[in-house]
């Protein structure tokens, strides 16, 4: 199966912020990565697919890129409603594997 | 609006079955591809299994390999999930999600895409 990587796990910003989540697949997918998001008790929600396309309705603020075993997740400017935990998906080969998730927090 | 509700949760002893139920609304349901994923109390998420429309294609993670069991009911509009053998470590929210058309195929036929519409999750609990 392949393996994906986050980075960091978990971390903390404020408002206003720009960050920029990682993610690493152990073996190359192309650009068959997708970005999640998910706030407690809710079920996760698409944000990116194909690497860096922005599914329909997320604000642009949000954007991805990479390619083969490296990709990142940035968010430009944070809002409140951003602070949530974020998770990659590879979906390139089964078993469809996902990364353990980075923990988004307010400072 | 699509929609997808899961149904069938609940508590069981290790070693029993279960059967999950996702209903599905507001698209045509025999046109795409089903999955569940499931979230373990404070962990990530894991996919389980995947469908294919016309149930072609089936595949399960290793981990409910040879104990659950998917399948879907296109005139039903209906996903399903018989998992047998149950085992603590199967204590989780089960979530069914659909697979979007942006995907691939194979050159098996198979087909890969990310997953745009989820249910609100159904959770199982193993425990004696």
Redesign the interface.
């Known amino acids: 199966a392949i393996r994906m990587t986050q980075s960091p796990s978990s971390f903390s910003a404020s408002t206003g912020d720009r960050v920029t989540i990682t993610c690493r697949a152990s073996q190359g997918i192309s650009s068959y990565l997708a970005w999640y998001q998910q706030k407690p008790g809710k079920a996760p929600k698409l944000l990116i697919y194909a690497a860096s396309t922005l599914q329909s309705g997320v604000p642009s603020r949000f954007s991805g890129s990479g390619s083969g075993t490296d990709f990142t997740l940035t968010i430009s400017c944070l809002q409140s409603e951003d602070f949530a935990t974020y998770y990659c998906q590879q979906y390139y080969s089964y078993p469809f594997t996902f990364g353990q998730g980075t923990r988004l927090e307010i400072k | 609006e699509v929609q997808l509700v899961e149904s069938g949760g609940g508590l069981v002893k290790p070693g029993g079955s279960l059967r999950l139920s996702c209903a599905a609304s507001g698209f045509t349901f025999s046109s795409y591809s089903m999955?569940w994923?499931r979230q373990a109390p404070g962990k990530?998420?894991?996919?389980v299994s995947?469908i294919s429309s016309s149930s072609s294609y089936i595949?399960?993670?290793?981990s409910v390999k040879g104990r659950f069991t998917i399948s879907r009911d296109n005139a039903k509009n209906s996903l399903y999930l018989q998992m047998n053998s149950l085992r603590a470590e199967d204590t989780a929210v089960y979530?069914c999600a659909r697979a979007?058309s942006?995907?691939?195929y194979r050159p098996s036929g198979?087909y890969?895409?990310?997953?745009?519409y989820?249910?609100?999750?159904t959770l199982v609990t193993v425990s004696s």
């Open positions: 999955n994923v990530g998420l894991e996919w995947s595949y399960y993670a290793d979530y979007d942006s995907g691939w198979s890969s895409s990310p997953f745009d989820w249910g609100q999750g």
